[in-house]
């Protein structure tokens, strides 16, 4: 059975940091690429960025460049989405992703307030 399970979330002040973590199991995680998607509140849910399966490529939206990277350990089966001087407009429900098969995770919240 495949599973995604996100954690780290949290609430910190504007301009702090925070590191998600996802964990992956039931799935051959390293042919896997990964995303990361975000959900604030009233609104649609968004990507954030992406790693390809042997973590070698990156891609992230523009609002998060600069601020956000990711990795991804796939000896773990983990994928990280690392947060610099986190803002306001951060907060939101922080969910991973199998590409492929558009299977995500149960999110993890992250609150940022000013």
């Known amino acids: 059975q495949v599973r995604l399970v996100e954690s780290g979330g949290g609430s910190v002040q504007a301009g702090g940091s925070l590191r998600l973590s996802c964990t992956a199991s039931?799935?051959?995680?390293?042919?896997?690429?990964m995303s990361w998607y975000r959900q604030a509140p009233g609104k649609e849910r968004e990507w954030v960025g992406g790693?390809?399966?042997?973590?070698?490529?990156?891609d992230l939206q523009d609002s998060v460049k600069g601020r956000f990277t990711i990795s991804r350990d796939n000896v773990k089966s983990e994928m990280y989405l690392q947060m610099y001087d986190l803002q306001a407009e951060d907060t939101g429900e922080y969910f991973c992703?199998?590409?492929?098969?558009?299977?995500w995770g149960r999110g993890s919240q992250v609150t940022v307030s000013s």
């Open positions: 992703q199998i590409e492929r098969w558009k299977f």
């Open positions: 039931g799935l051959n995680f390293g042919l896997e690429r």
């Open positions: 790693i390809t399966s042997g973590g070698g490529e990156i």
